[in-house]
């Protein structure tokens, strides 16, 4: 990688018993110009599984995640497996001048065979892809796995300046059967965790945990940043169905948790994904200029697509438990998604200027789960909203936490978005489609299920959303081009919603749509709390 030199990293990589422990103390970068980090894939006239990663800047972290079909199978029997990544930067820039291309991974194509691949694509400072499996079976007999993921910035730049060409993700294309996930992330401490994709668990007296944890104290002083967007481009299939997670995040403290495309059953066991995010950081007489996060899917020309499409920017915007087309069979079992986040940080005399959220859908030859995402401004919710999937649970129980806590501040800032955007693709068969597009000041899209099927028999299924905004508008400018949320068409069955939310504090929250119950001495219930004591002074919205 050219400019190579310019970058001191001291990382520790210790092997223990039954794990891997990945602990990173810092990056210190210096200042000057880097043609930017690139990571290529080849092709393959037959099967392609692959893994290419790209970073650039300070303390990116890509952590446990597995890619590739059988050959990543897990099988224990009364054993542990525990992966922990750990990062905390405390580094220091001060008059420096960092100038790169951004970070590039490209996926090559497989031209009659599968493709297996992960492409990641990471810039900026502390951001987190982690315990990502991708294609990979894991099979526990009274054993437990667990995949922690710890991200901790207290980070400083002062009197700097950072121009960079965004991070890219593109995914190959595959001849037969594509399995692809394409995660570009830039800003300041952006997380992509414990989202599995087309992973198989079967769990009998067993345990899985999948912990996200990340606290952003970072301060920027005198600081301007540009970029072009952050931007994940999904490969298609041609003749075999398409799997597919596309993220693309930017900004501050975005998180993309725990939303699966797999298969789970639990026998006496546990499932659960925490995800937990607080944002106490500071920007002082900054501007940011970015043009946009943008996550495109591709299309399948021949049979079913399975897709999530999240693009995030701004701050602190939580994508956390939305599981695409996934079935969870229980007997004595236990599945959870917690989502916790409080936003504390601080702008003053700040500029940010962005190009808006995207998120488009491909298409699909048959039938088509999908999911679109985008989500720009300050603490959006999306959560615990299930498409397509099936719920068989059997004495057993499923459960959706979602907290959210927003006592920000902005204190003399101009902030301009081009609108958050989510577009869903066309099916030539069924379609089961969900389009969230949220901009504002936490907006709310929770516990809404789509085309899912829930069977209890002495079981309980309980949804809990709580929002509560206290942030404060100071002297402040706030100049948007709108949220915009289209569906795509289906030749069969269309099973859809299209939500767009923009402002202060929107709540979607327990809307079921196309939802099938059985239930037997069982209790479904869901729980939508939104407190606003918000404040606005001397402020502009347009």
């Known amino acids: 990688m050219r400019g190579e030199r310019k970058v001191r990293v001291a990382t520790l990589v210790a092997l223990t018993a039954g794990g891997m422990v990945c602990v990173g103390p810092g990056v210190a970068f210096a200042g000057g110009q880097d043609g930017g980090a690139s990571a290529n894939g080849g092709t393959a006239l037959a099967e392609a599984v692959q893994q290419n990663t790209a970073q650039a800047h300070r303390q990116n972290n890509s952590c446990a995640d597995g890619n590739g079909l059988l050959r990543g199978a897990t099988t224990l029997m009364g054993g542990r497996a525990q992966t922990r990544c750990v990062t905390g930067d405390a580094s220091l820039n001060k008059r420096t001048l960092t100038e790169g291309g951004g970070a590039n991974a490209n996926g090559g194509s497989a031209t009659v065979g599968t493709v297996n691949q992960q492409n990641t694509a990471q810039k900026g400072r502390q951001n987190n892809s982690c315990g990502n499996p991708n294609d990979t ?141 607080r944002d106490g950081s500071v920007n002082e007489n900054g501007v940011v200029k970015g043009g946009g996060a943008t996550a495109d899917g591709g299309s399948s020309l021949d049979d079913d697509l399975l897709q999530q499409n999240t693009a995030q920017e701004g701050r602190q915007n939580n994508n956390c438990a939305n599981p695409n087309n996934s079935g969870i069979n229980g007997s004595g079992g236990s599945a959870r998604g917690h989502c916790a986040n409080h936003d504390g940080s601080l702008n003053r005399d700040t500029v940010v200027k962005g190009g808006g959220a995207e998120a488009n859908g491909g298409s699909g030859g048959g039938f088509t789960p999908q999911q679109n995402t985008a989500q720009e401004g300050r603490q959006n919710n999306n959560c615990a909203n299930l498409n397509g999937s099936e719920l068989d649970l059997i004495g057993a129980s499923a459960q959706a936490d979602c907290t959210n806590h927003d006592g920000s501040l902005n204190q003399g800032t101009l902030v301009k978005g081009g609108g958050a955007e989510a577009n869903g693709g066309s099916a030539g068969g069924s379609l089961s489609q969900q389009n969230t597009a949220q901009e504002g000041r936490q907006n709310n899209n929770c516990a809404n299920p789509n085309n899912t099927t829930l069977a209890l028999t002495g079981a309980s299924s309980k949804n809990r959303c709580a929002t509560d905004d206290r942030s404060a508008n100071v002297d402040s400018a706030d100049i948007g081009g709108g949220a915009e949320a289209n569906g795509g068409s289906g030749l069969l069955d269309l099973t859809q919603q299209n939500t767009a939310q923009e402002g202060r504090q929107n709540n979607s929250c327990g809307n079921p749509n196309g939802l099938s119950i059985t239930a037997s001495g069982s209790r479904n219930s869901s729980q939508c709390e939104a407190v606003d004591e918000s404040t606005n002074v001397g402020t502009l919205t347009r």
């Open 137 to 277: 079976p894991i099979t526990l007999m009274g054993a437990n796995t667990e995949n922690h993921c710890v991200g901790l910035d207290g980070s400083t730049n002062e009197d700097t300046v950072t121009r960079s060409g965004g991070a890219n993700a593109n995914g190959g294309s595959g001849g037969a059967f594509l399995d692809q996930q394409n995660t570009a992330q830039d800003g300041r401490q952006n997380n992509n965790c414990a989202d599995i994709d087309t992973a198989f668990l079967n769990l009998t007296g067993a345990e899985t945990d999948g912990r996200c944890v990340d606290q952003d104290s970072s301060v920027n002083r005198h600081v301007v940043t540009t970029g072009k967007g952050a931007t994940a481009n999904g490969g298609s299939g041609s003749a075999a169905g398409l799997v597919q997670q596309n993220t693309a995040q930017e900004g501050r403290q975005n998180n993309n948790c725990a939303d699966p495309i797999a298969g789970v059953v639990l026998t006496g066991s546990q499932a659960e994904g925490r995800c937990v995010n």
